[in-house]
């Protein structure tokens, strides 16, 4: 057991999970238990180079430190609830956490180049919350509500999870020095921002050499507009990439479809998005979802330019994918299109995202939606019955 203190600063003790500490706080641990400074370095090797799944693996560890770290921790992996495979090479995943939620990953493998070939590189959209408490209009994930942050571990371990799946299904072995993901991708179920401590500890773990080392400038955070957070991360020191959700170019707009322009304005989100640049003098990525009849009109290709010139920002657009219970249209590609060039001709540098998955529930949250709909109905099922 470990002390952690609650949100009122009263001391508790409970067992934590091995990958939410970083390795000042295993340095830290293993020296008041008497132990060597290497052995910190060994157990954090098992951790995210071996991504092992129990203590009991780590057999160059000795018997006595095993013992004192399973009496003092966790090491609880995902358990994989279903698999859904694209025709593109996309994999989507659906977790079950210890407490029986489900929370969703997607693997997305690079395009085809030009040339006909596929780079190496895997993107992985990492989830940080089960459901979502912003209630934007659009998204299946906060259909079923807002349940809980995840632990920095549960972000952690989608990474992980998806190195030993790959081994399950005939991969390549277990790289020391990086695996199957080399890019991440903030973008899954749940706010970012609104789980910020666990979310940049994971981060770091992501980050560090004793970690998973994938580079910063390799993990994207995405925001649906939390000021105060973003300014706050500008604070860090690692240049992570920083992407808006933005799908509404004026308040009138996106405060119909996402209601947390309500409490910060567009003013307020572009203020902290120049402090963000200004710290890290990285491009920000702008996402910008088509709706039909919602926001696809002239007058947001003028507002949308203006805020893309003020940033100097990269918009990418994506046509909304349908979600079962949301009745908002997918534009045509006549639509999309001449949002597109309309962008371009303001000089504003504009891409239309190329979709992965559209056969597998493509849209974030709604492999979750269904596959709680399907227990909701059984469980009435056999109640009536």
């Given at each position: 057991m470990i002390k952690t203190t609650d949100s009122v600063g009263v001391?508790?003790?409970?067992?934590?999970?091995?990958?939410?500490?970083?390795?000042?706080?295993?340095?830290r641990v293993l020296a008041e238990w008497g132990h060597k400074s290497y052995r910190v370095t060994q157990l954090l090797g098992w951790l995210y180079k071996k991504r092992v799944c129990s203590i009991d693996e780590m057999s160059d560890l000795p018997q006595e430190l095993r013992d004192q770290l399973a009496g003092a921790f966790l090491l609880k992996p995902l358990?994989?609830?279903?698999?859904?495979r694209s025709q593109d090479g996309t994999v989507k995943f659906l977790w079950r956490l210890a407490d029986g939620e489900l929370i969703e990953t997607?693997?997305?493998?690079?395009?085809?180049?030009?040339?006909?070939?596929?780079?190496?590189?895997?993107?992985?959209?990492?989830?940080?919350?089960?459901?979502?408490?912003?209630?934007?209009?659009?998204?299946?994930?906060?259909?079923?509500?807002?349940?809980?942050?995840?632990?920095?571990?549960?972000?952690?371990?989608?990474?992980?999870?998806?190195?030993?799946?790959?081994?399950?299904?005939?991969?390549?072995?277990?790289?020391?020095?990086?695996?199957?993901?080399n890019n991440i991708v903030m973008m899954g179920m749940g706010e970012p921002l609104a789980n910020y401590g666990n979310?940049?500890?994971?981060?770091?773990?992501?980050?560090?050499?004793?970690?998973?080392?994938?580079?910063?400038?390799?993990?994207t955070v995405s925001t649906s507009g939390l000021a105060p957070q973003i300014r706050r991360l500008a604070e860090t020191p690692q240049q992570y990439h920083l992407a808006i959700s933005l799908h509404g170019a004026t308040d009138e707009v996106r405060d119909k479809i996402m209601p947390v322009n309500r409490k910060y304005p567009i003013e307020e989100l572009i203020s902290a998005c120049e402090v963000y640049q200004q710290a890290k003098g990285r491009m920000i990525w702008v996402e910008y979802i088509l709706i039909d009849d919602v926001n696809t009109g002239p007058e947001q290709v003028e507002a949308l330019s203006g805020?893309?010139?003020?940033?100097?920002?990269?918009?990418?657009?994506?046509?909304?994918?349908?979600?079962?219970?949301?009745?908002?249209?997918?534009?045509?590609?006549g639509t999309v299109g001449q949002f597109r060039d309309a962008l371009h001709h303001n000089g504003v540098r504009v891409t239309v995202r190329t979709e992965k998955g559209t056969d597998i529930d493509a849209a974030c949250g709604q492999?979750?939606?269904?596959s709680e709909k399907k227990t909701d109905e059984t469980q009435a099922f056999g109640q009536a019955g």
């Open positions: 001391s508790s003790e409970k067992p934590r999970e091995l990958r939410s500490l970083n390795a000042d706080e295993v340095g358990e994989l609830a279903k698999e859904q997607v693997l997305i493998p690079a395009s085809v180049g030009r040339d006909g070939n596929r780079s190496d590189r895997h993107t992985l959209c990492v989830s940080s919350q089960v459901g979502c408490a912003y209630g934007c209009k659009f998204c299946a994930s906060g259909l079923m509500g807002y349940k809980r942050n995840l632990d920095a571990y549960e972000i952690v371990d989608q990474v992980l999870a998806v190195e030993r799946w790959q081994l399950t299904k005939g991969g390549e072995p277990v790289k020391p020095q990086g695996g199957l993901v979310l940049t500890r994971a981060l770091e773990i992501f980050n560090s050499s004793w970690g998973l080392n994938i580079g910063a400038r390799k993990i805020l893309a010139k003020r940033l100097q920002c990269k918009v990418n657009l994506i046509p909304y994918n349908p979600v079962d219970g949301i009745e908002l249209k997918r534009p045509s590609a492999l979750r939606l269904k």
